[in-house]
């Protein structure tokens, strides 16, 4: 199966927390950038934010989507440490031809377990759970980026062999990042849309700042980046990031707002495959 480097968009919005580390090797950095959602792991009333995404494409053509995101992360305790969170991520299309559509995402903590994605079209009132490559590889909310590239960072290391390629800062609206360079290519035998990527990731967090990844001609074939970062409880997240498709030329702006707690804590029927269509989000205040 051919693998795309997971899109780590998403899977940075809201982050795991932070230890201070010296020395570090380029895999126990990619350890520290968590799955989705993982500062959700203490606090089990979940997360709401807003999404706007804007695509460009070629000679002018635009289109934009406004979602309104739900995410909530179940902890089992009777489970090892490292396979005990499972992530649980909705993200419902508001107004336009989109309205109503549904994208939910299950990620496991456990890398040994798949992401199930499943996404519910309310013209045809049924929920389709997006299995094949083919499926997982349709455009998400018009842009460059698939269904599939929405599940985590843990491909990374699963795909490809990397090193600290050097250290050095990266600025970010402003405000410079201490930050290590990770050189990440592909492992031999193993089938990925990229050849090598490069991730800068903050020494403060974690977080990764940009990404560039490279084709199998060693050309620069898509980029993505923080423009604007923000705050949630003590934890930098992004409020603004662009990401540009060279291959396709489109560029993707992708902007965050109003991330929040809800005033109920989310539940995880409001998860359930089978009850999409049940989902109101203006009772969740968008």
């Given amino acids: 199966m051919k693998r795309r480097a997971s899109v780590w968009v998403v899977a940075s919005l809201l982050l795991a927390a932070v230890w201070t580390a010296t020395a570090m090797t380029a895999d126990e950095i990619l350890d520290e950038m968590d799955n989705l959602f993982s500062v959700d792991a203490e606090d089990e009333r979940g997360v709401l934010a807003g999404m706007t995404i804007h695509n460009e494409y ?41 309205d109503g559509s ?23 009132g049924l929920t389709k759970e997006l299995v094949s490559d083919e499926d997982q590889s349709g455009s998400f909310a018009g842009s460059s980026i698939s269904y599939g590239d929405l599940g985590g960072t843990r491909e990374f290391q699963d795909d490809y062999d990397g090193t600290i ?8 609206d402003g405000e410079p990042n201490d930050v290590w360079v990770l ?23 974690y977080l990764a700042l940009r990404m560039e990844a490279y084709n199998e001609l060693g050309s620069l074939d898509m980029t993505m980046g923080f423009r604007r970062l923000g705050w949630f409880e003590d934890e930098r997240i992004p409020e603004v990031i ?12 992708i902007t965050l707002s109003n991330t929040r707690r809800p005033d109920v804590p989310l539940t995880l029927d409001l998860f359930d495959p089978s009850r999409l269509s049940e989902l109101d989000p203006a009772a969740y205040g968008f």
């Avoid at 662009?242 to 702006?253: A, I, K, P, V």
Wanted: no cysteine; hydrophobic share 40%.
């Fill in 102 to 124: 549904i994208f939910l995402m299950e990620t496991p903590q456990d890398e040994s377990a798949d992401d199930r994605m499943w996404l519910y079209l309310p013209a045809l």
């Fill in 165 to 172: 390629l050097r250290e050095e800062q990266l600025e970010v």
């Fill in 58 to 98: 070629t000679g002018g053509v635009t289109s934009e989507y406004t979602l309104a995101m739900f995410e909530l992360t179940v902890v089992d305790a009777t489970q090892p440490g490292e396979t005990d969170e499972v992530s649980h991520v909705i993200m419902y299309f508001l107004g336009g031809d989109e």
């Fill in 183 to 205: 050189e990440l290519i592909a492992s031999p035998g193993v089938d990925t849309d990229y050849s090598k990527v490069l991730l800068w990731v903050a020494k403060e967090d």
């Fill in 242 to 253: 662009l990401s540009q498709d060279f291959g396709e030329n489109t560029t993707t702006t």
